[in-house]
Every structure is written in C-alpha cells, then in structure tokens.
C-alpha cells in the first residue's frame, strides 16, 4: 500500500509554532515513528505553503486512471476554509483523500469552523493532535 500525507501553509513550522496548539515535535521526527509503525506501507511526504503546487502534487498523485496512491492525507491547514480550487481538484481524483487536522477547529475560531475540503474526503479526523495522521493512515488499513 502506498499513501502521501501532504501538508500545506506554515505546517512546515510544526515543533516551532504555537505549540500549545499544535504541540512541540516537529513533522519530520512525527513521520519517522509513522514510518517504522507502518514498516509495511510506503508513506511519501510533500508539503507546500502554495495553493498551486498542493494541486498539482494532488493531481499527480491520485488523478490517473490507475492512481499513484492508494490513499491521500491532506491537511490543507488554513485553505481548507477558503479553496475553492482544492476542493474541485480534490473531487476530481481518483484516489481517496482523508481531511485530518492537529487542532480541533470546532473549538478554534468561527472561520476555522467551515471547510471547503470535507464535502469531497472520504472522511475528516480533527483534534487528535499529530496522532491524526495516525488514525488517517489507519483508515486505509481497515477492511
């Protein structure tokens, strides 16, 4: 099985920013203990602060007849509430996309509280902090 995570905008930062939110490891050191968990899975990684390249990584991944990946995990981080353009790619894709975030948005500010990405993902998993990732990865295993 093959599964990209892809992160978007400042989630580069993770360990750095605002850590009593989303905590104080980064994304790479997350990543490694995903990989050796999941031994048997090829997990790629790709993340950007472009909306762009986002799409462009998404449609390479999961738009072909026969998809590159079995699975997508997007966390899209802030254009999650505002792409238009994410969710129309994302409703274009072959492969299947689990929306994770680290924080629970339902908790968070009132504009945090709508995503344009939920209504085209196969499922949403928020507030687990990193450990999204992990329930998301997770979802793909299951029968």
């Known amino acids: 099985m093959k599964i990209l995570i892809i992160n978007g905008p400042n989630l580069n930062l993770l ?3 605002e850590p009593g939110i989303y905590g104080q490891t980064s994304f790479d050191d997350y990543l490694k203990s995903l990989r050796e968990r999941y031994g048997d899975v090829q997990i790629d990684y790709y993340q950007s602060n472009v909306e762009g390249e986002l799409i462009n990584k998404l449609q390479e ?3 072909l007849c026969t998809p590159v990946y079995d699975g997508i995990v997007l966390n899209a981080g802030a254009y999650t509430h505002t ?3 994410l969710h129309d790619c994302i409703r274009s894709l072959k492969s299947p996309v689990i929306e994770v975030h ?3 948005v339902h908790t968070r ?3 945090r509280h709508h995503s344009y990405l939920s209504p085209v993902c196969r499922g949403v998993i928020c507030g687990f902090g990193l450990d999204s990732y992990r329930l998301a990865v997770e979802s793909f295993l299951a029968p």
């Open 15 to 17: 360990g750095q920013r």
């Open 102 to 104: 680290i924080s629970n």
């Open 83 to 85: 792409s238009i353009a």
């Open 109 to 111: 500010e009132e504009f």
């Open 61 to 63: 991944a999961g738009f």
